[in-house]
């Protein structure tokens, strides 16, 4: 299938701007301002835009620990992201939930959670929502390997395949839960192999290559719109960083040596870049545009944000939960 140039220019800028900005987080996170731990996406950019330019504002989405990409993708507001890391009321929890707690109903984004397979379940349901609601809207899930190792998993696959729900279940296999490798903890290489075969479609994709997981997710989201059902897309790449903080925060010692280096060759961004750049679809001049676009919203947030008020004490009670 063949995408128009716009759409195509639209990818490399979005995995672009995820990169830029993660990278803007981790050179500020050791000044100990983000009082919050930040868990980058480095490496995986594809898979959250590849996803995610297949929605519309209105379809729902859930997301993980590692969801900066997934909320960027889906139209959330760069101010309001680094405002929260920030601590700020303007953040888009109001600065109580940092970031792994970002959520924003309006651009359709219901949460992510920092209990690994927090969001499966409510994905799920919500997909039964859309169901019982006859909406034309779809629900995605994004969760790590870590995440299929837990049973909530192939229970909500049992029941969105029972109740025809139009759900995606995304599988970002970045081959790590924390410092333990996915061979130490599946029996088999791939995730999908565990999936009903036949009562779903499931499919793995490179998941450093946008096209393959926008291809993938675009049946998906066709025939969950269709009332075909749910889908299961297993999207292998690699974390780039450590779980949690910046570079110089990782654990050395469990990642073979090489491994990182190997997987960098396999950049998401480099390669989209080259393609584009060889198939004349974009210039080199139009790259740095893009950046230096990038650059200047990226100031700006950090700018907001940095000046922005954080909650008073007296609205501490609020937005918790009462019976
Ligand atoms: C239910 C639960 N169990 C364990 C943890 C501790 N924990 C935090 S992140 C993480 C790794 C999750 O790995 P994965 O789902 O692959 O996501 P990744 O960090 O690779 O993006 C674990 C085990 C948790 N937060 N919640
Ligand atoms: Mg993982």
């Known amino acids: 299938m063949k995408l128009p140039e716009k759409t195509l220019r639209q990818l490399l800028f979005e995995m672009m701007r995820i990169r830029q900005i993660q990278l803007a987080i981790e050179s500020r996170y050791l000044e100990n301002e983000m009082k919050t731990p930040v868990h980058l996406c480095i490496g995986q950019e594809a898979v959250a835009v590849g996803v995610c330019a297949n929605l519309k504002k209105y379809d729902y989405i859930n997301s993980t620990h590692r969801g900066h990409g997934h909320y960027l993708a889906k139209g959330g507001d760069l101010r309001a992201l680094i405002a929260e890391l920030y601590g700020r009321e303007a953040g888009c929890s109001k600065g109580r939930g940092g970031s792994m707690h970002l959520a924003d109903t309006t651009i359709g984004h219901y949460g992510s959670s920092s209990i690994v397979g927090g969001g ?12 019982m609601q006859k909406k034309n809207k779809v629900s995605v899930i994004f969760f790590g390997d870590g995440a299929a190792d837990e049973g909530v998993l192939y229970e909500s696959i049992n029941f969105a395949v029972l109740k025809k729900l139009p759900v995606i279940f995304i599988l970002e296999n970045n081959q790590y839960s924390v410092c333990s490798k996915v061979s130490a903890r599946q029996a088999g290489d791939n995730i999908f192999h565990a999936m009903p075969a036949g009562l779903l479609m499931t499919k793995k994709v490179n998941g450093n290559n946008v096209l393959d997981v926008y291809n993938a997710s675009l049946k998906a989201v066709a025939r969950a719109r269709t009332g075909h059902g749910p889908s299961f897309i ?21 990642r073979p040596v090489g491994e990182i280096e190997r997987w960098k060759t396999l950049c998401p961004i480099a390669a989209f870049r080259k393609k584009l750049l060889t198939n004349k679809m974009i210039t080199l001049n139009e790259i740095k545009k893009m950046e230096k676009k990038i650059d200047k919203q990226i100031e700006d947030a950090f700018a907001f944000a940095r000046t922005a008020p954080p909650p008073k004490p007296e609205t501490l009670p609020l937005y918790l939960f009462r019976e």
């Open 120 to 131: 499966i379940p409510i994905g799920t349901g919500m997909g039964l929502a859309i169901k």
């Open 234 to 254: 297993e999207c292998l790449t690699y974390r780039i960083r450590g779980h949690a903080g910046c570079e110089v925060q990782d654990v050395p010692g469990y």
